[in-house]
C-alpha cells in the first residue's frame, strides 16, 4: 500500500494548487482527480491570479477590456476595465495545466473516484478511491497523514468529514452553452466585452451572461430556484442576441456554492478547500481566484499540521481567508440578497452603476481582489446615491 504525507481530492484549479504548494514544500503528494473533467465556468481571472500564482500568458484565451451590464428594459451601461484586463480561461486547459505543474514538481497523479475514508488501528488515515474512469472500478486504498477534499460543492469528502457544516451549504445552479464565436461582431457581441445580463426572463434570483473566449463563447444564467427552465432561459438569450445560429459545441450544467462553509476541517486530519468550502463570491460568481488562494492557503495549514503534530493548525486556512476576503464576501451577498430580487431592483442597480466612482472602486476591487480605499469623497457620494436608489428617490436612467 502506498504511502503520502498529503492526498488531494480533485484536480481543479484548488486542488492542484494545494497539490503543487505541498511538493514544493517537500511533501509527498497524491491528485487523485476523476478523466476528462471539465467543470461549467465563466472562466474569469482577474490578473492579481497571474501574479499570485505565476500563471504563463499562455493560458489566457481573451482579454476582456470592458463589462456590459444590461437591465430588464434594455439599458446598457458599459464599465471599461481601465489599465488592466479581465483574463479569460478554458477551464479544461487551465486545469489541465494547473495538474501537470503539480505533477512536474513532484505529485502522483491518479485518475480515479473518491469512495470514502477510514483508519487502521494506529490511527492513520486510509483513502479509498475506484481507480480508472468509472466509479464502479475497483477499490483501492493508500494511506496518508492528511487528506484535502477539493471535489467540488457536492463534495463527497465534506459530507463524509464534516457534514454538519456541508449541509449548511447555500449553492446556486449554474448552466451554460459552449458555442463557436461569432464571426463579425455586433452591437450584442463584441469579442473582448464581457455581458452580464440582470433580468428575471433569464434568471429569477442571479445573472446570465456572454463571456467571449476567444474561437468560443459562454453563454449561461444561474439561480437558486428549483424547477427554473435554464435551458429555455438560454436559448430565449442566444435568440435575443443573435447568438441562436452559433454552433454549440458543449452544454454543461453544476451546482456552485456561495457561502463559506463554517467549517473547513474535522479537527483531527481532513480539510476541505475551494467549491468543497464554498469560496465563490456571492453576487459575481467569481470562483477561480479564490479557489487557488484556499487551496495554498489550505496547504499552508496542512503543511504547518503534519510538521507540528497539531491539528489545531488546520483551522488557520479559514481564518486566513476570511480575513483576507470576508470582508468582500459579505458585502457582495447583502448586495445579491437585495438588488437581485425584482427587476425594479435590477433595473436601479444597473443604472446605479452608471456612476464613475462606482465603476472605478468596483473594478479597483475586482483586480487587487480587496476592498480598495478610494478618496473619502467618492465613497461618500456612493453611500448617498446608494441610499437613494434603495429608498426609490432616485431616478432610474
Known amino acids: 500500500m502506498q504511502t503520502f504525507d498529503v492526498v488531494v481530492i480533485g484536480g481543479g484549479p484548488s486542488g492542484a494548487t494545494a497539490a503543487n504548494d505541498l511538493v514544493l514544500q517537500g511533501f509527498s503528494v497524491a491528485l487523485i482527480d476523476k478523466a476528462g473533467r471539465v467543470k461549467p465556468c465563466g472562466g474569469a481571472v482577474p490578473p492579481q491570479a497571474m501574479v499570485d500564482f505565476d500563471l504563463p500568458d499562455e493560458l489566457l484565451v ?26 479569460m480561461v478554458d477551464r479544461g486547459t487551465f486545469d489541465e495545466w494547473l495538474r501537470e505543474r503539480a505533477r512536474s514538481h513532484g505529485a502522483e497523479r491518479i485518475t480515479g473516484f473518491f469512495d470514502h475514508f477510514s483508519h487502521d488501528t494506529d490511527g492513520r488515515l486510509l483513502v479509498h478511491f475506484a481507480a480508472g474512469s468509472s466509479r464502479s472500478g475497483v477499490l483501492e ?66 445573472y446570465s451572461w456572454v463571456f467571449p ?60 478547500c475551494g467549491d468543497a468550502a464554498g469560496v465563490v463570491a456571492p453576487a459575481s460568481g467569481e470562483g477561480i481566484f479564490y479557489a487557488m488562494t484556499c487551496g495554498r492557503f489550505t496547504a499552508d495549514a496542512v503543511a504547518e499540521a503534519i510538521r507540528t503534530g497539531k491539528s489545531s493548525k488546520l483551522r488557520a486556512a479559514r481564518r486566513r481567508f476570511l480575513w483576507e476576503h470576508g470582508q468582500v464576501f459579505k458585502v457582495l451577498d447583502v448586495m445579491q440578497n437585495f438588488w437581485y430580487t425584482t427587476d425594479n431592483r435590477r433595473e436601479r442597480f444597473v443604472s ?28 461618500a457620494r456612493i453611500f448617498f446615491k446608494n441610499i437613494g436608489h434603495l429608498t426609490g428617490l432616485a431616478p432610474v436612467a
Open 352 to 379: 446605479m452603476c452608471r456612476d464613475e466612482d462606482i465603476q472605478k472602486l468596483t473594478f479597483d476591487a475586482y483586480m487587487r481582489k480587496k476592498l480598495v480605499r478610494g478618496k473619502p469623497l467618492a465613497h
Open 213 to 272: 473566449h476567444g474561437d468560443v463563447t459562454s453563454i449561461g444564467t444561474g439561480t437558486f430556484q428549483q424547477g427554473f427552465d435554464m435551458r429555455a432561459a438560454v436559448a430565449r438569450l442566444r435568440a435575443e442576441t443573435g447568438l441562436a445560429e452559433c454552433e454549440t459545441i458543449r452544454r454543461e450544467g453544476a451546482p456552485i456554492p456561495l457561502r463559506p462553509l463554517k467549517w473547513w476541517e474535522n479537527g483531527k486530519d481532513v480539510s476541505v
Open 62 to 87: 481573451a482579454r476582456v477590456g470592458t463589462a456590459r451590464m444590461v437591465s430588464p428594459h434594455r439599458q446598457k451601461v458599459d464599465i471599461p476595465v481601465g489599465k488592466g484586463y479581465v483574463g
Open 141 to 206: 486504498t493508500v494511506k496518508a497523514r492528511m487528506l484535502i477534499g477539493a471535489d467540488g460543492a457536492l463534495s463527497a469528502v465534506a459530507r463524509q468529514a464534516i457534514p454538519i457544516a456541508y449541509a449548511g451549504g447555500n449553492r446556486v445552479t449554474a448552466y451554460h452553452e459552449i458555442v463557436k464565436s461569432p464571426a463579425v461582431e455586433t452591437d450584442d457581441f463584441k469579442a473582448h466585452r464581457a455581458d452580464i445580463y440582470y433580468d428575471g426572463r433569464y434568471s429569477p434570483d442571479f
